[in-house]
């Protein structure tokens, strides 16, 4: 057998037979989904049965939309109407229960997606801080909005309100912090969710079952299992829905929109594809660049929006970057998630390393060379990233969002070449300069901020810190995610006015001493 620590084993399959709808934690008798991990534990290959999870239809898939609907209630629902000191009270206690589950979460994202250990430990406690963050942040902006305004003889109360249900659907390359980021938002604004886990890491959303069912009123979240076409498709159809929040692939999310009976109506919060660059310029520090493109490029095997997915290399450094960068790429270390010091890990996906085998082959027609020497190596649950160069715009991995182990190279000679090449591209999120006389760079700066979202100078591209906007140009992104941010783009503005008058200034006085109003109030929250 192969070694794996006894803390790491997986001992006791995860049936997951029950899902959360109304809140209730409903049994769940009919057909199972088998969930496999790509890691094997064995000395002959075969992937790991980990567990189960329900395979639903429509008929779930519609339960899930009524009690979601049934608990906004046309805006008089429990949730929607909840004061924010108590929402936050809910979701305090969610949290609270979430950190007890820390082990089991993170030996399954480990086990499900191949996700290293510290850098699933990782997403578990910057998950936990981004809720704690996110708490904090309400209670500013309820803080802000707790006051009356008067402009032109009229007194007016804005604060935001719920859009309505919210249809969450979050990525298997970060299924808890990246998922949460939409539905945590989501739900702490009085938005009742429906909250359909990723294709892989599901069964990490176990263990956290029973703390949304008994921190959330009935109906706030309503979680399904199953294939998007069987459960998400007969939730967009139903119409019932408010606000699609979706990380994940363009062509899914245009298909969901398309199955809304009234799209004009539907609001979106969406994180797609991207085509990250890296600029290296001339004069860049190459030690401080390379370290930076190896972690942009290949951290977590470059399953990550924000990898760095194209490097562009001024043709007098080339020949020197590439060598060092070359063999850089083949001192990473692969192994499974809980091995020490491994970079490189196992594949979620059964089909990635053919696909990857596929932009190699292709690159290799069109007149590219593997670079580095291990480059392309595949065993049955992974393949050794390949560094290609000199890639050209004929190649798919020029023009395909790679997603995987596999790092393109070009040169340029003039500046304005790949500033042309971001400006054609569909996509627009991020990239990483590299450089330091600021004569360059200065309007570099000032234009790559008109293609892009974030520059990020001489360093890798990323998400983080969560206090910072994180959104993108043309199919990249809808909306904006931070903790500032995804609390308005999960609410309304709207607010409640009256004429000065004696009339009106006594019933308003009146709303706040009695502390009838929800809305209606000057409570500051601690």
Known sequence: MIAIPEEYQIKTLVTQDTYLVNGELKLWTGKMTPVYSTISSTDVYEPTLLGSIPFMSEAEALEAVDAAHAAYNNGQGLWPTMKVVDRIKCMENFVTQMKTTRTE????????????????EKEFDRT??????????????????AHFSKVQGIH????????????????????LNETFSLLIPA????????????KHGVLLISPLLEAFRSSFPKGAINILYGRGREVASPVMQSGKVDLLALIGNSKSAIALQDQHPNKNRLRLILGLEAKNPAIILPDADLDLAIQECIAGSLSFNGQRCTALKILYVHESIAEEFNKRFAAKVDGLIFGNPWEKSVALTPLPEKEKPAYIQELIEDALANGAKVINAKGGETTDNFIFPAVLFPVNKAMRVYQEEQFGPVVPILTFKDIQEPLNDMAESNYGQQVSLFGKDIKTIAPLIDTLVNLVCRVNLNSSCQRGPDVFP???RKDSAVGTLSIHDALRSFSIRTFVASKDNEYNNAILQELLNSKESNFINTDYIL
């Open 128 to 145: 936990v801080e981004y809720i704690y963050d996110t708490i904090e942040s309400l209670k500013e902006l309820n803080s802000r909005s």
């Open 156 to 175: 007016a109360m804005v604060r935001r309100g719920p859009l309505g249900v919210v249809l969450c659907l979050g990525p298997y390359n970060y299924p």
């Open 105 to 120: 979460v993170v030996k399954l994202l480990m086990w499900e997606i191949g996700k290293s250990l510290g850098d699933s």
């Open 470 to 472: 994180f959104t993108g």
């Open 187 to 198: 739900l702490i604004m009085g938005n009742p969710v429906i909250f359909k886990p990723a």
